[in-house]
T-cell receptor, first 111, second 117 residues
Framework: SQQGEEDPQALSIQEGENATMNCSYK?????LQWYRQNSGRGLVHLIL?????REKHSGRLRVTLDTSKKSSSLLITASRAADTASYFC???????????FGSGTRLSIRP | GAVVSQHPSRVICKSGTSVKIECRSL??????MFWYRQFPKQSLMLMATSNEGSKATYEQGVEKDKFLINHASLTLSTLTVTSAHPEDSSFYICSARARGLDQETQYFGPGTRLLVL
């Protein structure tokens, strides 16, 4: 079963703009991770945020976590064509447990 | 570092045959490996969790007799789709959690695309 729901399901923006994707989940978590998947390929781990953290940065990525609202957001700044991919959040219940993926957001960057 | 490979990358088989997919951690020992299935334009659905030397734990709704998982060593797990049918056609992805490294991170293989005719 899926733990997370993401919105929007699809997002198309102009190159250079910022892209924001949201993830909501249902039960308490230990950590939340964001992954990228290029079409028909494997997943690339982007960033992990723990339940006691509120914000994390990695390059052009910024992730926030609001445990009171059971939601997270992924912001990609100054988007590039190479950012075109599907993005998934995944929630973990403990530090070494399985992770459950959200429904994903398909991001398209227009040149 | 932390590279996971899968073999084959794509396979076509006839209905009723069995297909084996390998997942290998190339430069680390994997305490736990996970198998996912992904249908077109959908998310990854966890099928099972496998720990080296013990039986796999299957998610609800996944038939353990149809999807046989063997985690024979710390670097290899195999998924065998037995008596495959067209509805088993999907993208199968494995991931591995590394011993000694960040236990929260899973490293994903490139996936295997299965087409059952």
């Amino acid at each position: 079963s899926q733990q997370g729901e993401e919105d929007p399901q699809a997002l198309s923006i102009q190159e250079g703009e910022n892209a924001t994707m949201n993830c909501s989940y249902k039960t308490s978590i230990n950590n939340l991770q964001w992954y990228r998947q290029n079409s028909g390929r494997g997943l690339v781990h982007l960033i992990l945020i723990r339940s006691n953290e509120r914000e994390k940065h990695s390059g052009r990525l910024r992730v926030t976590l609001d445990t009171s609202k059971k939601s997270s957001s992924l912001l990609i700044t100054a988007s590039r064509a190479a950012d075109t991919a599907s993005y998934f959040c995944a929630t973990g219940y403990s530090s070494a447990s399985k992770i459950i993926f959200g429904s994903g957001t398909r991001l398209s960057i227009r040149p | 570092g932390a590279v996971v490979s899968q073999h084959p990358s794509r396979v076509i088989c006839k209905s009723g045959t069995s297909v084996k997919i390998e997942c290998r951690s190339l430069d680390f020992q994997a305490t736990t490996m996970f198998w996912y299935r992904q249908f077109p334009k959908q998310s990854l659905m966890l099928m099972a969790t496998s720990n080296e030397g013990s039986k796999a734990t299957y998610e609800q709704g996944v038939e353990k007799d149809k999807f046989l998982i063997n985690h024979a060593s710390l670097t290899l797990s195999t998924l065998t789709v037995t008596s495959a049918h067209p509805e088993d056609s999907s993208f199968y992805i494995c991931s591995a959690r590394a011993r000694g490294l960040d236990q929260e991170t899973q490293y994903f293989g490139p996936g295997t695309r299965l087409l059952v005719l």
